[in-house]
């Protein structure tokens, strides 16, 4: 398998410079980053961002959204259950409670837990790109984006039409343990757009479903999602979204292995928003959105044949308000807006709680010299539990020439202990601890970005401190695991992504992309007695690679990630989607761990084997 990478590699080394043609496919210079106050294009962003975008989505092997990230460079993505059950994200060795998900900038915080962070209503086809911002971001996003933040957009409809998309897969292996029957999994998308003058609509739909790779593995999952745009008047505009997903799947060893052997859960998420985006004059532009969470998490330890004992039900709440302003004037740009947000829980095993929040953005974004940009401000979050608290940040670059940019960053952030850590009581399994208190981080990062024709490379260095990192820890393995701030967990880190286009003629290119990440972590203040779930879980080193090729309508990506934890073996695994198109069809396999690599990403979970889908998608749009 090496060798075959190392193909690779030497195989995008050695057409760097034997073309100079863009390839407009991945050209997303003119993607503008939406951060609440301040809109800007990506080839002016002083931080670490990247794109993934619906060009690259359509030639993956990914059908979910953690299947997508999975390709992210510097995303960990931990799954318990495959192909969308459920699965953890962390950013450059944080943990998965430390980095915040939005979907349209609109945050999906889990505050019962964030396992359940990624059980969104979002099918693939409704994703319009995928933005990775790495790096504190609280005076940009708030609260909980201690590492990072995952920023969704969907797409905008521009025409009436729809699509639709199913597939079928298997390991063609059996469920020796169960009922005999052959491993397999199937799926259907829908989506419908109506677009007038002065409204525009779209629904998406998706059923999928699986009796597993192993003993309880089975899932079903359904999503809804539905988007409303209304232009008022060429300066007004309102956007609408309900979303609603039911995922259930067995969890044979999710949390509590080996005894939950026959546990299963269900998770019902459901989103509303509504946002208006108003243009007062030509220098001010007033933002505001008004957003809805609730969370409905069943877990039963025993499965669904005896619900009278080691059930859990948890039932959140969370309805949040924000503002957004900007202002531009003669020498750059000022930020404001401010943020309520609510949070409560009803739980079997966490009790009845509420927390609010208040936070308070201030920012301003200047060129002082022609090619010096600097974007300055802070976040003053204000909390019932734990009160007032401060975290300002600085971002700046500077064009050294016309394709070479040197940027650098420092950011402070903050997350907030969930429900989970504070009151759990899952005697004998995990108690909560109602001292804990939040971890607070300090990151500074220096990078250089250099982009000219087909070619681009990114590269950074940073180092963080977070403060009062909070784990589940304990003494002996005959007492329950309980959430503490167990210490400082200090990380530096090394990233690089280079992308490259290669048209060998008008109808037949090449693109490679290729990252790479470093991670070395220590803990200061640490009890080094207790034993911990989540200390040493991150990733070391972390390589993405894909190759995709199209000659006319037929289209081949091979996706290579390797895996290295702080501890535990590494791992290869090696994807491959291969699809053609014929008029408004699009026929497509999939090849899932074509090396048949057995590997783990929590505990001791083995995830599938060798995987293959056959799909077909008709698009009328």
Not at 134 to 159: D, E, F, Q, V
Not at 276 to 295: D, E, G, V
Not at 490 to 513: C, E, H, P
Not at 550 to 558: D, P, Q
Request: proline residues 3%.
């Amino acid at each position: 398998m090496k060798k075959i990478y190392l193909f690779i590699l030497a195989l995008t080394c050695n057409q760097l410079y034997g073309q100079t043609q863009r390839d407009t496919v991945i050209k997303i210079d003119d993607v503008v980053i939406n951060e609440n106050r301040f809109n800007t294009p990506i080839s002016k962003q002083n931080r670490n961002v990247y794109i993934i975008d619906k060009e690259t989505i359509a030639k993956l092997p990914a059908r979910t959204i953690q299947e997508v990230l999975q390709y992210a460079n510097g995303v960990d993505i931990r799954q318990r259950g495959p192909f969308g059950s459920q699965a953890d994200i962390s950013i450059d060795g944080g943990s998965f409670e430390q980095t915040v998900v939005l979907l349209n900038g609109t945050k999906i915080i889990d505050s019962q837990t964030a396992h359940n962070m990624l059980n969104l209503p979002i099918p693939v086809e409704a994703i319009e790109r995928i933005e990775i911002i790495r790096g504190p971001a609280a005076r940009i996003y708030g609260i909980n984006s201690l590492t990072g933040a995952i920023n969704i957009i969907t797409k905008k409809p521009t025409r009436s039409g729809f699509m639709i998309s199913s597939y079928a897969g298997s390991n063609f292996e059996k469920d020796a343990e169960d009922s005999g029957k052959t491993f397999n999994g199937r799926g259907i998308q829908f989506g419908a757009v109506l677009s007038k003058e002065k409204h525009q609509h779209s629904l998406f739909a998706s059923h999928d479903a699986s009796n597993g790779y192993r003993y309880n593995t089975g899932f079903e999952n359904n999503k809804l999602l539905y988007q409303g745009r209304f232009q008022i008047n060429p300066s007004n505009e309102i956007e609408a979204l309900f979303g609603y997903t039911k995922n259930g799947f067995g969890a044979n060893g999710f949390y509590a292995a080996p005894g939950d052997k026959n546990s299963d859960e269900v998770v019902q998420t459901t989103l509303a928003s509504i946002q208006s985006k108003s243009q007062l004059s030509a220098h001010w532009t007033l933002m505001s959105r008004l957003s809805y969470r609730y969370n409905d998490d069943d877990y039963r330890y025993f499965g669904p044949a005896r619900l009278d004992a080691g059930r859990s039900r948890h039932y959140t709440n969370s309805l949040a308000a924000e503002v957004n302003t900007a202002y531009k004037t003669g020498t750059g740009e000022l930020g404001f807006g401010a943020e309520a947000r609510t949070e409560d829980i009803n739980s079997s095993n966490i009790g009845v709680h509420r927390r609010n929040n208040l936070g308070l953005y201030a920012q301003y974004r200047t060129y002082l010299l022609e090619k010096l940009n600097i974007n300055f401000g802070t976040y003053l979050n204000y909390n019932s539990d734990y009160k007032w608290q401060i975290y300002p940040g600085l971002d700046a670059s500077y064009e050294l020439t016309n394709t070479l940019k040197i940027t650098g960053n420092i950011g402070t952030s903050q997350r907030l202990p969930s429900f989970t850590d504070l009151y759990l009581d899952q005697r004998p399994g995990n108690i909560g601890n109602t001292s804990v208190t939040p971890e607070n981080a300090f990151q500074s990062e220096i990078g250089l970005k250099f982009n000219k024709n087909s070619f681009s490379i990114s590269s950074s260095y940073f180092y963080r401190r977070i403060n009062k990192f909070i784990d589940w820890t304990r003494l002996l393995s005959s007492q329950p695991w309980q959430s503490n701030n167990v210490g400082d967990l200090l990380t530096r880190g090394i990233y690089v992504r280079t992308t490259y286009a290669l048209a060998l003629t008008d109808q037949s290119k090449f693109n490679f992309m290729l990252g790479y990440s470093y991670l070395e972590s220590e803990f200061k203040n640490i009890n080094t007695t207790l034993a911990s779930k989540y200390l040493i879980s991150s990733l070391k080193h972390q390589v993405t690679n894909t190759v995709d090729f199209r000659y006319k309508n037929l289209s081949a990506l091979f996706a290579t990630r390797y895996n290295q934890r702080m501890l535990g073996p590494s791992y290869w695994i090696n994807d491959v989607r291969v699809s053609q198109s014929i008029d408004k069809f699009t026929i497509f396999l999939d090849a899932q761990n074509i090396f048949d690599t057995t590997y783990f990403e929590v505990g001791a979970i083995p995830l599938p084997s060798r995987w293959f889908s056959l799909g077909v998608k008709f698009v009328q749009l």
